[in-house]
């Protein structure tokens, strides 16, 4: 059994064309790798962390009615926001301390927040 002769060109085209969608996909991006979803979950795992914190100091402020100004970089207020940051942490099961990426992440919604 035999192929046709026209057969090769598509062949041949087939594979060119198939390799070069391989490469143009994972150059561009069009591919999502393991390590890119890895650092999407990371961020927004850090991400909802921070909205937690942010939640329980807010509701902190409101309770104990506290006019500490959050806004701002001077120097009150940065230590505010880290106090609060510090305190309203969310402890993960198994770990000691919250994260410290969770912490400034906490901080600085703080920061953007209004209470």
């Known amino acids: 059994m035999s192929t ?3 057969t090769t060109p598509f062949v041949t085209g087939l594979i060119a ?3 070069i969608i391989v ?3 994972f150059s561009n991006g069009w591919v999502v790798t393991a390590e890119a979803n890895s650092s999407q979950v990371k ?3 850090v991400g909802a ?4 914190c ?4 807010e509701a902190h402020l409101k309770a104990t009615k506290s006019t500490v100004s959050l806004d701002g970089y001077q120097t009150d207020a940065n ?4 106090d609060l940051a510090n305190t309203f942490a969310v402890v993960l099961p198994g770990e000691k301390t919250a994260e410290s990426i969770v912490i400034t992440a ?3 919604k703080l920061n953007k927040s209004k209470v």
């Open 79 to 82: 230590k505010a926001r880290d």
């Open 106 to 108: 906490c901080a600085r």
């Open 49 to 52: 962390q921070a909205a937690v």
């Open 4 to 6: 046709p002769k026209a």
């Open 54 to 57: 942010v939640s329980l100091a």
């Open 43 to 45: 961020d927004a795992w």
């Open 23 to 25: 490469v143009l996909g």
């Open 17 to 19: 064309g198939a390799s």
